[in-house]
């Protein structure tokens, strides 16, 4: 198999071959069909002149003639009795038909320039032959002379074709050689990126390229750098994602398998083995919600477009949330102040409201007693914003772009006996997303934190 490199060396060699070939066709095309018939006037003109001059001048003929020879041009003279005389170079060949010259002694012009065959890679003005020549009668002494004549090509055109061979050569050379200087520099990169692609393909992120250019490969090779640290961010992500389900699963199993071994035990008091028996009730319901997560999770993961729509009052479910979560507000003597608009929306009505519920259990657990909580509702720019705002203790900033991913968990010190997973956010922003929305945060330390939810109206 050819590499890239040999195949646009090839590609672009045949193009300057080939195009040279046609140059010079259109450029013989333009000889037969523009500048033979000129070149064919002209030296018609100048043999007619010859013509005029010899018969006014007979005792000077021969000395005439060889000037105009000098000059760059073949003559060729003869007459009917076979006496025929050659001034300049001899030509390649004599291919003058007795038809021809019959012709010209009866007065007759012949314009062979003019009328010489076309050929595909013979360009007719260099070809020396009698035939293409243009042919004139002279009456001289009584008697009549044929006398032909034509442009000596290699007098008048020698050094100056040799010197646009010699150009003409040279620029192919080159542009050969530019040619596959040009392909290795657009080769290059594309090698590198295969060796990247390599690279990933066995596990290994830390690719460097250069990104400098400012062309499609440069655009390219910053795509792909790009490509790679997000391949590197989503391993990372997926082990530790294996990682934390295996550890959120490890916990409660450990319990459950620790006191159910306790139970076991015969002499074991009735109020401990209630104790023990509530506390594999909890793990056991902890263990119910990490699977019952995981699968939400999964199914949005997989298709994101698998939601069961229809038109819900956005107001209404709101309302039926903060109701719910009234006894753990009462608990913690917080109070909630809605301002909410009357919203139509359409969406799975289920699954956002698992994200109302996320929102406002999290703004009560890190709310201290006696705090407020603050849920709105609007319309703004054709959307539907929603807002969850508590005065609790804040999210660290530098915490805030993680708060999203999947384990997560802000103070894991407070929330290591909880029964929170970190997957909540993680869950609500799939969610949102599903939905064509967005969920952003923005908290002060000290102050509090904000949730707002950007829905699409009907």
Known sequence: MKSLYVRMCLVFCSVIIISSMLGFLVANLNYQAQIKPKNDAKLTGMAIELQHFIEAHPDAMNEYLLSVASLGYKIYLTNDQGIESFYGMPFREKDLSTLQLQKVLSGEVYHGVGEFPSKAFVTGFFDNQLSNTIGV?????????????????????????????VIIGFTILFSLGFVMIAVLHVVRPITRLT????RISK????????????????????????????????????????????????????????????????????????????????????????SKQLLTLSSLDYDANALQKQTFDLRAQLRQVVQIMEWRLTEKQLAVRLNLTDLT??????????????????????TPAGGSIVVTSILANGNCVVTVTDDGEGIPAEELPMIFDRFYKVDRAR????????????????????????????????????????????
Not at 141 to 162: H, I, K, S
């Open 137 to 165: 009668p002279i009456y001289l002494n009584n008697q009549t002379y044929a006398l032909f004549m034509r442009p000596d090509a290699e007098v008048q055109f020698g050094e100056l074709r040799v010197f646009f061979a």
């Open 203 to 290: 596990g290994r992120y830390d690719i460097k390229l250069n990104t400098r250019r400012s062309d499609e490969i440069g655009q390219l090779a910053t795509h792909f750098m790009i490509m790679g640290q997000e391949l590197e961010r989503t391993n990372r992500a997926r082990q530790d994602f294996v990682a934390n389900v295996s550890h959120e699963i490890e916990s409660p199993l450990t319990s459950i398998q620790g006191f159910a071994h306790a139970l076991k035990e015969a002499d074991l008091p009735e109020a401990q083995r209630l104790q023990y028996l509530s506390i594999i009730d909890e793990e056991s319901h902890r263990l119910s919600m990490l």
């Open 345 to 366: 929306l359409q969406g799975d009505s289920n699954l956002l409201y698992q994200v109302w519920m996320n929102l406002l259990s999290n703004a009560i657990k890190y």
């Open 195 to 198: 060796a990247a692609t390599k």
């Open 415 to 458: 929330t290591s006996d909880s029964n929170s997973s970190g997957l909540g956010l993680a869950i609500a922003q799939k969610i949102v997303e599903a939905h064509n929305g967005s969920i952003e945060v923005s908290s002060t330390m000290g102050l509090g934190t904000s949730f707002t939810v950007t829905l699409a109206m009907l």
